[in-house]
């Protein structure tokens, strides 16, 4: 693996479901992390609304991120948190949207979300058996998974691009791609919508988009490297390793040489980008 390489492809799979049910169930899971950040008390302490203050204080001294126990989530809402754990990656980004919510909700006047900064929701302690980097199998992918090891190597923190803005060099047509998050790139269309339309004084050529960079949003990632511990190694074996994919306020958290228990999603990445194989594949958690 070259770690100074820096572009990435990825493959996903994504199950098609009916447009309007999905949002309206969207909608109830967002209440429901909303109604979770805003109402959770810790045992005994009545008048303490834990995670409404953390997040409201976080947000003032601009530490865009909330930790939240998966303990206390399965407490407030087993059902919710069962989902979480099987499909983080569909519930992240309402649960994230939540916290802004919440956040917007003791603005006045109450900003959009446009005008509201990103928030990272980290999930801790989530109490399921850890599982070892060589019993990682297809049962685990696109799961919440909560993983021991040691970091073998990073690299320096860098930028990506999050969304796009486009625009054609020769008809000034604006579009906007977003890309998905871990190892994921965007691809840029090769051909400009407006083509063949009449009014252009000339047809748009192949390749004619430029990037708009100060149009564009970005977020901070790291790469590491995790190899298992010298005492999860079988005699005789080689040690195993995945690659981790880490962003916003989870970078620069680790150093190489540190023993740590990841909990990220586990995804499987083709990576085709100077290659020297036509079928490169790994693993990863982000």
């Not at 109604?35 to 810790?42: C, D, I, P, V």
């Not at 006045?108 to 399921?128: A, N, S």
């Not at 320096?156 to 906007?176: D, F, V």
């Not at 790139?185 to 430029?210: G, H, T």
Request: net charge negative.
């Amino acid at each position: 693996m070259d770690w100074d390489r820096e572009q990435i492809s990825y493959s996903s799979q994504i199950v098609a479901q009916n447009i309007n049910d999905g949002a309206i169930n969207n909608q109830v899971v967002q209440s429901k992390f909303r109604q979770f950040l805003r109402e959770f008390r810790e045992d005994g302490v009545e008048e303490t609304f834990v995670y409404r203050e953390r997040l409201i204080n976080n947000y003032e001294t601009k530490n865009y991120y909330i930790e939240v126990d998966y303990t206390d989530l399965n407490n407030f809402d087993p059902e919710l948190a069962e989902k979480f754990h099987d499909h983080p990656s569909a519930h992240i980004p309402l649960f994230e949207n939540a916290a802004q919510e919440v956040v917007a909700m003791t603005k006045f006047p109450k900003p959009t979300k446009e005008e509201m900064h990103d928030i990272q929701v980290q999930v801790v302690r989530v109490t399921r058996q850890p599982v070892a980097i060589r019993d990682l199998d297809a049962a685990h992918i696109s799961k919440l998974v909560c993983v021991p090891g040691i970091v073998t190597s990073s690299t320096k923190p860098q930028c990506k691009a999050t969304k796009l803005t486009l625009r054609c060099t020769n008809c000034k047509a604006t579009i906007s791609r977003r890309a998905a998050r871990g190892f994921g790139s965007i691809q840029i269309p090769r051909s400009c919508e407006n083509a063949s339309d009449e009014k252009n004084d000339r047809p748009c050529p192949v390749d004619p988009f430029e990037v708009v960079t100060d149009k564009c949003d970005y977020l901070d990632f790291q790469k590491l490297k995790l190899q298992e511990s010298p005492e999860d190694i079988p005699t005789g074996e080689m040690p195993r390793h995945i690659w981790l994919f880490t962003e916003r306020d989870l970078v620069n958290h680790v150093k190489p040489g540190a023993r740590v228990v990841i909990i990220g999603i586990y995804k499987i990445f083709e990576a085709k980008a100077y290659s020297k194989k036509s079928d490169s594949h790994a693993s990863s958690v982000r």
